[in-house]
């Protein structure tokens, strides 16, 4: 198999050396690299990020190409375990043709029974531990202005709806926690002013770039009832927390273990978790074994060339 590793793809050196650590691991399988080629003799091509369709950055449009040339691309993204708003990370998420639960192939039906020891060995959750059953607040988590994983939905409109419709069945107070990359913030600023209009809602400064702002979700997730996400990766900070969670969006990577409809919210689902954590093991991968091979050796099973 020859396959196209995009270096154009990301704009930073440090993800350049993330994609080079990643062909090292294909090289390692016996299958060619070339490095930006612009031929049509590659089968697969490898891209960093998500794919902004309607972004005009170079990096944006060269993954654009990419996914109108190939029948199959592999997207390394940020990470669903361990994540921090620090962007240089030590694993990723990789899935063929797309980076969210229901658009990606995470190759579930190939799963490996050693992968979810190997993989939650790196992490301190107890994965035993069940669902909360108590908690005040419900903590709605809200997502980069824009990003690609909200697709066309605005965010701050998506806040609104969402606290109008957690008032139709809950009266819990309601905790609103921004994105850390803030973004339209004379937008932002009205939506904050119109939600402290009640007393029943908290809001939450989140901006990581204020001096000494150390707050983190795992401190809005004490006494936490259940959150509330669209496709925010704090859904699975939640779930692995035992916070029980509402997914709005097909796309959350929680999807099979939250509730689908805020009617829930006094209710919340609390299922068994066992096999998604098993399916979130193959989704995430070290740079190490980006290198190692093992990475691709799970992925290149679900490129059928």
């Known amino acids: 198999m020859k396959v196209l590793v995009s270096l154009q793809s990301a704009d930073d050196s440090f993800y350049h050396r993330v994609l080079q650590d990643f062909a090292l691991g294909i090289q390692a399988h016996g299958d060619q690299v070339e490095f930006d080629n612009t031929s049509d003799m590659a089968d697969v091509a490898i891209v960093f990020g998500t794919i902004k369709f309607k972004r005009g950055r170079a990096t944006h449009q060269v993954k654009r190409q990419l996914v109108e040339r190939f029948s199959y691309h592999v997207q390394i993204e940020t990470p669903l375990v361990g994540r921090t708003i620090n962007p240089f990370h030590t694993e990723f998420r990789v899935g063929i043709n797309g980076f969210m639960w229901d658009n990606a192939d ?16 790196r ?3 107890d994965l035993k531990d069940t669902w909360r059953d108590h908690g005040d607040h419900i903590l709605i988590c809200m997502q980069k202005w ?19 419709e957690i008032r139709k ?9 921004p994105h850390p990359i803030y973004r339209k913030k004379i937008k932002l600023a009205v939506l904050k002013r119109d939600m402290l209009q009640s007393k029943s809602i908290m809001w939450r400064d989140t901006d990581f770039r204020i001096q000494g702002l150390t707050d983190t979700i795992t401190q809005d997730l004490k006494d936490c009832w259940c959150t509330v996400t669209h496709t925010s990766g704090s859904a699975v900070d939640s779930v692995l927390n035992g916070v029980p969670n509402i997914a709005t969006g097909t796309g959350n990577m929680a999807w099979p273990v939250s509730g689908h409809s805020l009617s829930e919210i006094e209710n919340p689902y609390k299922g068994d978790k066992t096999d998604w954590l098993n399916k979130i093991a193959h989704c995430q991968w070290s740079v190490d074994e980006f290198k190692s091979g093992e990475c691709w050796e799970h992925v290149r099973k679900g490129i059928k060339i």
């Open 169 to 177: 069945h809950s009266q819990r107070q309601i905790v609103i926690r």
């Open 123 to 125: 992490f301190d959750y």
């Open 106 to 121: 995470w190759g579930h039906s190939r799963m490996t029974p050693a992968r979810p020891r190997s993989f939650w060995s």
């Open 146 to 164: 824009g990003d690609a994983s909200l697709g066309d939905v605005d965010a701050y409109e998506w806040c609104r709806s969402t606290v109008a």
